[in-house]
């Protein structure tokens, strides 16, 4: 079972109505490395989160000369937290341990977890930050859906998207046969036009670099240029001669019409497009609600601008960097 961060209780009731002014008071403290809302990130809960981390060879290698640039992914990481427990709870959603492991299982696929486990490591990621992650996806997806946000990805959404769409996902099934004069050329045209399905024989006599063995659908930004104007005026099983003095010889250009994938062939695609938007609106929300939040970061690990946590230095950590690492490292959305 993955170890989780003990979750820090907020005051309820009279009690964190009286804190809430005392805490703003003392948003200073030398032994607070974060505030966020009314919840803290200490800096020994700190020092013992970048601990538990370097215990990992991978990650101390890592983290080797690099120390205080660590401590600072560390402490975003942990601001990101509990931004994200703060605002689930105000939009009201719940994602729990159980739901997590499964969509981890889902996102690791095939893919041996150990080696992914390795890599992310390797840029300083534990499995628990892995882990708070997928969360966080999770918690962005139904934000999304509490706010009136979330993209379509029912059977019927999905089909009307697709054919919103279809048109714009049309490929041209094409040829080419390169021949050495006009005459061949002419000949072989004719014949293709006459009889569409002698494409294949009549590309083997003539194998080449610069011939199709079979027609491909092919996207419009995919042609050769030469050929692209061509194609674009080609009605569907006509085509053309284009002599090309490179080629050392005459291009027979053979256009067999317009194909489309299908909804199932889109789907996935179609899937990602819905969840996409609406994990940037659900991003989006959380960023206007962090605002509310106060966070405030102990200048001793760095200065927070604009949702970035900036060392002395120059160099920038933003709080929601490892939410991107670790979601391309799974798979994400």
Do not use: W
């Not at 739901?99 to 095939?110: D, I, M, N, P, S």
């Not at 000949?187 to 083997?204: D, G």
């Amino acid at each position: 079972m993955l170890k989780r961060r003990a979750p820090r209780l907020a005051v309820a009731g009279l009690l964190m109505a009286l804190a809430v002014p005392s805490l703003a008071a003392c948003r200073t403290s030398p032994g607070v490395a974060a505030y966020v809302g009314d919840q803290q990130v200490s800096v020994p809960a700190l020092d013992s989160a970048v601990a538990a981390r370097l215990a990992d060879p991978e990650i101390a290698a890592f983290a080797k000369g690099k120390q205080d640039g660590f401590t600072r992914q560390v402490l975003s990481l942990l601001v990101q937290e509990d931004v994200y427990a703060a605002a689930a709870a105000h939009y009201s959603v719940v994602v729990d341990d159980d739901a997590v492991r499964a969509r981890l299982k889902e996102l690791l696929g095939t893919n041996d977890p150990a080696t992914v486990y390795a890599q992310l490591a390797q840029q300083g990621y534990s499995r628990d930050d892995v882990f708070e992650n997928v969360r966080q996806q999770m918690v962005r997806q139904r934000i999304a859906m509490a706010a009136g946000k979330a993209g379509g990805t029912s059977e019927a959404e999905l089909r009307a998207r697709y054919a919103q769409v279809r048109s714009s996902l049309g490929k041209v099934d094409l040829g080419y046969i390169t021949v050495p004069d006009q005459a061949t050329a002419t000949a072989v045209l004719a014949e293709l036009t006459a009889r569409p399905a002698s494409y294949p024989a009549l590309a083997a006599q003539y194998k080449g670099p610069y011939t199709l063995p079979a027609l491909e659908a092919r996207d419009p930004s995919q042609i050769p240029g030469p050929l692209a104007g061509l194609v674009a005026k080609a009605q569907p099983n006509t085509g053309f001669t284009l002599p090309v003095e490179q080629v050392g010889g005459v291009i027979v250009g053979f256009v067999a019409g317009t194909v489309y994938p299908s909804f199932e062939d889109e789907r996935a695609a179609l899937e990602k497009e819905a969840t996409g938007a609406s994990d940037a609106a659900a991003t989006q929300l959380i960023a206007e609600f962090q605002k509310s939040l106060n966070v405030t970061v102990n200048p001793r690990f760095g200065v927070l601008k604009d949702g970035q946590l900036s060392p002395s230095d120059g160099g920038v950590v933003r709080l929601a960097q490892a939410a991107s690492t670790t979601a391309a490292g799974t798979g994400g959305n």
